[in-house]
């Protein structure tokens, strides 16, 4: 039986003057794990993943100043330039398919220093990771350097994110064992109860019918399963893991029972 959920917890991470310009996961990817039970699949989604930038040791950017006259087309180009033109660094978002051997730049953002102002948010979107891909965070030098420290301040960029993760999984047995067992006429138990059963299987191997039950009044009329010779049955999820009894119409009889845990 498979069974899938979600887990959702908070991403976070820093990059410093000690960072350069190395690729920085936005979390550490760790293969899900439960005992009694194998991975089926699991995928990833980072919401709201934001940035908050402290820049201190590159030129503070102006305010952009328009005139009366200016169109909105030449406001816009200004302020573009005053983005992407000023002394800054440059924030790349990039994406592995393989493990980290390849990181492609998906996204790229400038960090100022806005002094006055202590610090400038950055909104870096939505991303579905799927099951085989991770985002990370790398800091490129644009002819100003990298994050540094300096006698203003600790340059630093803090990015942080909604994780999510979704994971489908499957319940598996550890052991399995043969259970004896002697069927009469009387109603008797041939499973003692187990609430660590994973599995549970009757084959009769008999030449005689055989009522099974999960109440101790099982008899040749009032039953849940009616197993004839040489047939199969598994129980099936969700796993009963209570006592089941069984009784013939005549004389005795065992049949093969494998329980697994």
């Given amino acids: 039986m498979l069974d899938t959920f979600t887990i959702k917890s908070k991403a976070v991470i820093t990059l410093d003057a000690n960072s350069g310009s190395s690729v920085v996961p936005i979390f550490q990817y760790s293969p899900f794990t439960k005992a009694g039970y194998r991975t089926i699949n699991e995928y990833f989604e980072i919401n709201n993943l934001k940035a908050v930038a402290f820049i201190y040791n590159t030129d503070a950017v102006p305010f952009p100043v328009f ?56 909104s870096l979107g939505d991303h579905t990771l799927g099951d085989n891909a991770m985002l990370g965070i790398q800091m490129r030098s644009v002819g100003y350097g990298l994050l540094q420290n300096g006698n203003l301040g600790s340059d630093r960029v803090t990015v942080f994110a909604d994780l999510v993760r979704v994971v489908t999984v499957e319940r598996i047995a550890d052991t399995a064992q043969r259970v004896t067992n002697n069927i009469t006429t009387t109603p008797s138990i041939i499973v003692n109860s187990n609430v660590n059963r994973k599995v549970l299987s009757f084959f009769n191997s008999s030449n005689q019918n055989v009522y099974i039950d999960n109440v101790s009044t099982v008899s040749t009329t009032s039953h849940m399963l009616e197993l004839e010779p040489k047939e199969y049955y598994e129980v099936p999820e969700p796993m009963y893991t209570g006592s089941y009894y069984a009784v013939v119409a005549s004389g005795s009889t065992s049949i093969e029972i494998r329980e697994a845990v």
């Fill in 67 to 122: 005139e009366l006259e200016d169109t909105e087309s030449k406001q816009l180009l200004t302020a573009i330039n005053l983005e992407w033109k000023s002394e800054r660094i440059q924030m790349d978002v990039v994406l592995t398919t393989n493990s980290g051997t390849n990181w492609h730049r998906i996204a790229a953002y400038s960090l100022l220093n806005a002094s006055p102002y202590p610090y400038r948010e950055y």
